[in-house]
């Protein structure tokens, strides 16, 4: 198959702020003169954008590069971006040779640069700096009516079990003027809902000694379309009365805390680094369930970390069934080389795994439970389109959902421009979704 000219495929794995960073690489080509292609087989250049946190996500992309190269002609270029080459750099460089370049996190920014030189398979590394701004071009890929919105890199924590810091850096906040002006174009864009990301949200501001999260969100409910507010990954040990309050009463911020707790035993708080003890996280839930009955909680949870013997994680489940969350994610712990986790003796993987398997059966039961009262209430929906998985019916979100890790309101019957909030009659609920008819 003959390749067009400056024709790239760009596959992104990880997060949303990974996401993110994919989107501003694709504008820049795109700004370039370079045009998207659905297939590998039709690109002129390959582009990963790649994770490279725990040991699922560093196979899944190593798995992923070998597939590109695999299917790569000589006419063909390979470039590894992201998270994977931050953490692994120079040995990458050796175990990869199929990549024509490796561009670590400092470099996305340069890669029309890199483009332009002689391929010869080289690796891209600088310290990270600042992320991209503004100004920078984005091609969004999240679908009408809505983004992500990234205001910082790197992580100022010191969890003993992450990896973030070794990869991203230090915390960078972007400065406030150049936050609101990408949010006022992705609003002029037709954006309705930001999701605030980044590794150190709720730190946002800190290193520049300047307005921090709460101001952020007073300054972004004056721009003129948004309608809707979600700050994500709200750090336990940072959030504090200011916060939660600024949250409530902002106009367009959603009534959702998003609390990576991540354990309630305190054996297994300080085998992670963390600041904050079990019963203080257990008053921060209460306080914000007291502040806010109808505000939406969500958590996430790492089980078969050090320190978790039966008892401690009786008590996690016991907690966990006790706050009721309504949202909830768990993922089995994973030792991290590099780490001071990773030194300490932990229990099996298949322990791990059979614990998570177990909270999120809790979990299931639970946001059932708490669903369903939402049946015959009209709510607000953002229209996404056509569903993922049938074209029969559309999908939608409400204020309470989060993209890509919450459920979905299934839309059976009514009719709104993708990228609209429309009033929604809910008319069924199940574990996670909604289903509902526009009205």
């Known amino acids: 198959m003959a390749l067009l000219s400056k024709t790239y495929y760009l596959l992104n794995l ?35 954008n790649t994770c490279g946190f725990i040991q699922p ?32 750099g120079k040995k990458l460089a050796t175990d990869l040779p199929e990549a024509d370049l ?5 470099e ?4 029309l640069k890199h483009l332009a030189a002689p391929p010869t398979g080289r690796l891209a590394i600088s310290p990270p700096r600042s992320l991209f701004g503004g100004s920078d071009p984005r091609a969004l890929s999240t679908g009408p009516g809505w983004a992500y919105l990234r205001v910082s890199d790197g992580c100022a924590q010191s969890c003993a079990f992450c990896t973030i810091p070794h990869i991203r850096g230090p915390l960078r906040s972007r400065p406030l003027d150049d936050v609101l ?59 504090d009365d200011k916060l939660i309050a600024a949250i409530l009463a902002n106009p367009k911020a959603a009534p959702y805390f998003d609390l990576p707790l991540q354990h309630v035993a305190d ?10 003890s079990g019963s203080e996280l257990k008053a921060l839930v209460r306080g914000i369930r007291r502040a806010a009955p109808q505000a939406v909680l969500r958590t996430t949870l790492l089980v078969g970390h050090p320190g ?39 229990p099996p993987p298949q322990v791990a795994a059979k614990r998570a398997a177990q909270i999120m059966e809790l979990q299931r039961r639970i946001s059932r439970r708490r669903l ?38 299934i839309i059976t019957e009514g009719s709104a421009a993708p990228g609209s909030i429309a009033p929604c009659r809910i008319t069924a609920t199940h574990d996670y979704d909604l289903e509902g008819v526009l009205v």
């Open 102 to 106: 490796l561009l670590a996190p400092g």
């Open 308 to 346: 978790e013997g039966q008892a401690e994680f009786a008590a996690l489940k016991e907690f966990v069934a006790e706050m009721e969350f309504d949202r909830l994610g768990v993922f089995p712990y994973s030792p991290e080389a590099g780490t001071r986790s990773a030194r300490l003796p932990a």
């Open 267 to 276: 054996p297994v708080l300080k085998a992670m680094g963390r600041k904050r």
């Open 372 to 409: 369903a009262p939402l049946e015959g209430k009209t709510l607000p929906v953002l229209v996404l389109g056509p569903h993922p998985d049938s074209d029969l019916v559309w999908a939608g979100r409400t204020q309470a959902q989060a993209p890509e890790v919450d459920g979905l309101v």
């Open 181 to 239: 002006a990408e949010a006022a174009n992705l609003a002029e864009l037709g954006v309705r809902e930001l999701n605030l990301v980044a590794q150190d949200l709720t730190s946002y501001g800190r290193d520049l000694g300047g307005p921090g999260l709460a101001e952020l969100l007073s300054a972004l409910s004056t721009i003129e379309g948004v309608q809707w507010l979600r700050p994500l990954y709200l750090h336990p040990d940072l959030i």
């Open 57 to 88: 996500a560093v196979e899944e992309a190593i798995e992923a590069a070998l597939e590109l190269a695999d299917g790569k002609t000589e006419a063909q270029r390979l470039v590894v971006a992201g998270c994977l080459v931050g953490r692994y």
């Open 108 to 111: 996305a920014s340069n890669l």
């Open 14 to 48: 990880g997060c949303a702020k990974n996401l993110v960073e994919g989107e501003h690489l694709a504008g820049l080509l795109l700004s370039d003169g370079w045009s998207a292609v659905e297939r590998p087989e039709e690109a002129e250049l390959l582009l990963l």
